[in-house]
C-alpha cells in the first residue's frame, strides 16, 4: 500500500532577513509552518518573533529571502487574495472609536466582499459563529472602547476567525484573559487545526500552555531559530536555558504526558527551607 504524500506547506519562509529602517532582526530565518497543526513560536522579549509573523503576513518586507504562499512569492499574490487565504491578528491592535463589536467582527469579511456582488447571508452566518466562537455574543451590540482588555482581546480575535482562512497567524492572542479564558481560546484553536483543517501560527509567552497545546514549537532567540519541532523533542531544560536563559526542570504530566517546565526559583525555596519566624511547639503551649 502506498503512503499519502504529505501535504505540502502552504506558507513558506527562505532564509528570511527582515528588520525596521537600521535595525536587522530576523537573521536568516527558515521556516515551514505545518499544515492543519497549531505551531506556537516561542522566544525571549525582543527576539523576532512579532517582526516574524509581520514579515510571513506580507506586512512587513523582507530585505533578503522570501515568503510564499501555495509556492508563489507572497508579494506576488494580490493583497485580497492574500486576506482570503492569511488571517494575523497584530499585538495591541487599536479599533476606531465608537465601533460596535458586531461592526468589528464584520470587518473579517471585507476580503470577501465586493461592491458589485456579496453575500450577506454567507458573511451573517460568518460573524455570528465567530461571535460563538469567541463567547462574545453578549455584548455584539456594545462599543468596543468600552470593554475591558480581555473582552476586547476576544472581539478581535471574533474579527480574525470571521474572515475564515486557512492561514491564521495570532500574535500573543492570550495577552489580559484569565487562565479559564486562555484555555478556552487554545482548546477552540486547537480544534481549528484537529478538526477543520485549519493553519495556525501563535506566538505565546507561557511556556507551558504552549507546551500543552502545541502540535509544533518554533523556539527563537536573537532573530534566529534555535529548535523547532513537536514539544517533547524541543521543549527541554537545555533550550529553555539557551533561549530564554532560564534554569528550569522539565517534567512530563501525568495525564497528558505534555512536558512542563518548573523554574528553579532559589530564593523562594531558602525561604521554605530557612523559615524567618522561630516554629511554635502548639503542643507546648498548651
Ligand atoms: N516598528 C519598529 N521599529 C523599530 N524597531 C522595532 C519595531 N518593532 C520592533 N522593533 C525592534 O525589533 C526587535 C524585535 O522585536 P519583535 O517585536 O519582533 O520581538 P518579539 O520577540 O515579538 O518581542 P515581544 O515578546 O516583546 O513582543 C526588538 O529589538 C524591537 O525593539
Given amino acids: 500500500m502506498t503512503s499519502m504524500p504529505a501535504t505540502p506547506p502552504r506558507l513558506t519562509g527562505e532564509a528570511l532577513r527582515a528588520g525596521y529602517e537600521s535595525r536587522p532582526v530576523l537573521d536568516g530565518v527558515d521556516l515551514a509552518v505545518a499544515e492543519g497543526k497549531l505551531t506556537v513560536l516561542l522566544g525571549p522579549n525582543g527576539s523576532g518573533k512579532s517582526t516574524l509573523l509581520k514579515t510571513l503576513a506580507r506586512t512587513l518586507t523582507p530585505s533578503s529571502g522570501r515568503v510564499c504562499l501555495d509556492g508563489q512569492d507572497i508579494h506576488r499574490h494580490k493583497t485580497r487574495e492574500v486576506a482570503q487565504q492569511l488571517g494575523i491578528l497584530p499585538q495591541g491592535p487599536d479599533a476606531p472609536e465608537g465601533l460596535t463589536v458586531r461592526q468589528l467582527v464584520g470587518m473579517g469579511r471585507f476580503?470577501?466582499?465586493?461592491?458589485?456582488?456579496?453575500?450577506a447571508e454567507q458573511d451573517a452566518r460568518a460573524i455570528r459563529q465567530a461571535m460563538v466562537y469567541a463567547d462574545v455574543t453578549d455584548f455584539a451590540e456594545r462599543s468596543v472602547d468600552a470593554l475591558s482588555g480581555?473582552?476586547?482581546q476576544r472581539c478581535w480575535i471574533a474579527m480574525v476567525l470571521a474572515q475564515e482562512t486557512d492561514?491564521?497567524?495570532?500574535?500573543e492572542p492570550t495577552t489580559f484573559l484569565d487562565l479559564k479564558v486562555q484555555v478556552d481560546l487554545l482548546e477552540l484553536l486547537s480544534r481549528l487545526?484537529?478538526?477543520?483543517?485549519?493553519?495556525l501560527l501563535l506566538v505565546l509567552h507561557d511556556l507551558n500552555l504552549a507546551a500543552a497545546y502545541a502540535?509544533?514549537?518554533?523556539?527563537?532567540?536573537d532573530g534566529r531559530i534555535v529548535?523547532?519541532?513537536?514539544?517533547?523533542?524541543?521543549?527541554t531544560a537545555h533550550h529553555?536555558?539557551?533561549v530564554f536563559d532560564l534554569d528550569a526542570q522539565v517534567l512530563e504530566d501525568p495525564e497528558t504526558g505534555s512536558p512542563i517546565c518548573v523554574p528553579y526559583t532559589r530564593q523562594g525555596a531558602r525561604a521554605r527551607t530557612r523559615?524567618?519566624?522561630?516554629?511554635?511547639?502548639r503542643r507546648a503551649v498548651s
Fill in 150 to 152: 480581555g473582552q476586547r
Fill in 215 to 221: 502540535d509544533e514549537l518554533v523556539m527563537m532567540r
Fill in 275 to 281: 523559615p524567618t519566624s522561630p516554629t511554635v511547639d
Fill in 111 to 119: 476580503p470577501h466582499q465586493r461592491l458589485w456582488r456579496q453575500d
Fill in 167 to 171: 492561514l491564521i497567524l495570532l500574535d
Fill in 227 to 235: 529548535a523547532n519541532g513537536p514539544p517533547e523533542q524541543v521543549f
Fill in 240 to 242: 529553555l536555558k539557551r
Fill in 193 to 199: 487545526a484537529h478538526e477543520h483543517g485549519r493553519t
